[in-house]
């Protein structure tokens, strides 16, 4: 068995995923960021001969370590260690951003599974950029990186203090700022144009978004429901968001 405390001596921004779809959509999209995979003994997945044949370091070590490391024991036997990556402000995003953008900007999100999922579904629908605050809500854990499948590491990503600072900074740029609410005032997202510069704005199902935000945004959107059952959750309600943001906007 291989050192298990290695991974204890990780450089301080290189991160830690889990989770055998995640790490193998790196694998197959950004084999160079993966400096070494965890695993247990004797366990047999293609992922690992798929590694192997990139070249990736396999290390073998206890179940009980890889939970230690993942801080969950929903690993499925896969820990990769991967390299820093850089997050981004928002004046350097709109130093390079496309004219035809869409941005996902996540307010109190403290759910991982929801955040990872909402950075997978941003990723799948082509948005440029992902926004969050480091101060209100989750953070990019072991366990959001595996509820994105590895969009985590795919999409851009920017990681600030102040979300009502990163609003005035892209209407600078630009940008239309959207927030998802159910208001009055909403407009359906069913017939909603979206604007070429666009930053879209979800909150929680409990906090939702902050009232300064709210008040920050140009316009507001909502996603009528046909059903029995009246709401969805965020990620699930994102998710047709961007899918209908991108039918009538920015592509």
Request: glycine residues 6%; neutral net charge; contains cysteine.
């Amino acid at each position: 068995m291989n050192d298990p405390h290695s991974y204890a001596r990780l450089p301080p921004k290189d991160q830690l995923i889990m989770g055998a779809h995640a790490i193998d959509e790196l694998l197959r999209y950004a084999p160079e960021k993966i400096i070494q995979i965890y695993t247990v003994q004797n366990k047999k997945s293609p992922l690992l001969q798929e590694a192997k044949a990139l070249g990736v370091q396999i290390l073998t070590v206890s179940e009980s370590t890889l939970t230690k490391m993942a801080g969950s024991d929903s690993h499925q036997g896969f820990v990769a260690h991967i390299r820093g990556r850089t997050f981004l402000d928002v004046e350097t995003f709109l130093e390079t951003a496309p004219e035809q953008s869409l941005v996902l900007m996540m307010d109190q999100i403290f759910d991982p599974q929801n955040f990872g999922a909402l950075i997978r579904s941003a990723e799948c629908f082509g948005a440029s950029a992902v926004v969050w605050s480091k101060n209100r809500g989750s953070d990019l854990t072991p366990t959001a990186s595996k509820a994105s499948s590895g969009a985590s590491e795919l999409i851009p990503l920017i990681r600030i203090s102040n979300l009502a600072s990163a609003v005035d900074a892209f209407k600078k740029g630009g940008f239309e700022i959207v927030a998802a609410l159910l208001d009055p005032k909403s407009e359906s997202a069913y017939t909603f144009q979206c604007p070429e510069r666009t930053v879209l704005i979800v909150g929680s199902e409990g906090e939702g978004i902050q009232p300064l935000l709210r008040k920050k945004a140009d316009r507001s959107v909502y996603l009528p429901m046909q059903g029995k059952i009246s709401s969805l959750n965020v990620a699930q309600a994102t998710a047709a968001l961007l899918a209908l943001f991108r039918r009538t906007g920015p592509r």
